[in-house]
């Protein structure tokens, strides 16, 4: 007998819930356009031996999210976002794998390995002629996301982290691909590749942690908050689009803990229905002097990521755009590595 194992955190969907014991959620379920009330949070975000049957990943889970949990509550709490050096490697671990543990995510990686296969094979003279009827895909995706994941620990070390404030009267809404990934510096720039990468410059993730407060990772090279600070109450425009997002990356429902009435899930849909249905990666083949390079590219509509709190630095809306725009080079996140040897030569 299987066990259900929850792609979003139990913890995290708690912070939303609607009764004292929080145990139970407000829900929108939109393939059906209905609104639930009181949901168990134990049967949401969740599936049968996600991760596997034997429970390890699901144990490696655990460990993180208990962690992560105090990082959390601290940083809800206290509003303070200096955090030391092993609660920093905890929560961008957590957000990390937040990103790749969801159905969605899993979605993406198999498009991804099936169009890369098709670019590297449709003109061998052995398999070419065949290419059209190939499908593949990960038999262990959860796995190969996470070996990726645990490959990249440095990569959002140099990204700032920042709190947003909502009032409830327009609260945050909560999704099942929590932690979005946007870029306003790349749809600024009319950025025709993707934007979903997260060593890119001017990436953003974006994860509420309550119906009143969310965190944002930026890029502080290419952003400012409007007020300067790490520490911003938003308008509701940038809470509307900010729930749009949540309700973009997902297919099944979004989870709210205040009265229905603060959202309007009607021109939720409407705003996000080409984007959801064209949310499909593409490749695109960048020719260099080495030889093809595969890069994803857009597919979609895209939806308007200009965000009043949050303001692109003028000096670098005239970069140079290549193939390649990575915001972490080995030099910006050499002191997170070198950190991470002096705290590992400590335990030894």
């Known amino acids: 007998m299987g066990k259900n194992q929850h792609y979003v955190p139990q913890f995290l969907i708690k912070r939303f819930s609607v009764d004292t014991a929080r145990k139970m959620i407000n829900l929108y379920h939109i393939p059906s356009h209905k609104i639930i009330c009181n949901a168990p949070i134990k049967s949401q975000a969740c599936k049968v031996n996600t991760y596997g049957a034997d429970q390890l990943i699901e144990n490696i889970f655990a460990d993180i999210e208990s962690k ?17 050096f092993e609660e920093r490697c905890i929560f961008q671990t957590f957000v990390y794998f937040q990103i790749v543990r969801t159905p969605h995510a899993v979605k993406y990686a198999n498009e991804m390995l099936e169009k890369n296969f098709y670019e590297g094979f449709r003109d ?16 262990q995706p959860y796995q190969e996301l996470f070996k990726l994941s645990l490959d990249s620990q440095g990569i959002l070390s140099d990204l700032r982290i920042g709190i947003l ?66 520490i911003i109450t938003l308008s509701k425009s940038d809470v509307d689009k900010i729930n749009t997002f949540q309700f973009a990356y997902t297919s099944d429902c979004v989870f709210f803990s205040n009265v229905f009435e603060h959202f309007n899930f009607d021109i939720m849909i409407s705003e996000t229905e080409e984007f959801i249905k064209n949310d499909i990666t593409d490749l695109k083949v960048e020719r260099t002097n080495r030889g093809k390079m595969l890069i994803s590219s857009i597919n979609k509509p895209e939806i308007d990521m200009s965000f009043l709190f949050l303001g692109i630095k003028q000096r670098v809306l005239s970069d140079k755009m290549g193939p390649t725009m990575w915001h972490n080079t080995r ?8 950190e991470k040897e002096r705290n590992r030569d400590r335990k030894k």
């Open 124 to 139: 061998d003279k052995n398999v070419g002629k065949y290419i059209d009827k190939v499908k593949i895909s990960y038999k």
């Open 68 to 84: 992560s949990q105090h990082v959390i509550s601290r940083l809800s709490k206290t509003h303070d976002t200096s955090l030391s």
């Open 331 to 338: 030099e910006r996140i050499r002191p997170f590595l070198e």
């Open 165 to 230: 404030l909502t009032s409830e009267d327009y609260p945050f809404l909560l999704g099942q691909h929590p932690a979005v990934i946007l870029n306003p510096y790349f749809n600024a720039r009319k950025w025709q590749l993707s934007g979903q990468g997260l060593g890119l410059k001017g990436i953003c993730i974006f994860l509420p942690i309550s119906s009143t407060e969310q965190i944002i990772f930026y890029d502080t090279d290419r952003y400012s908050f409007s007020n300067f600070k790490n």
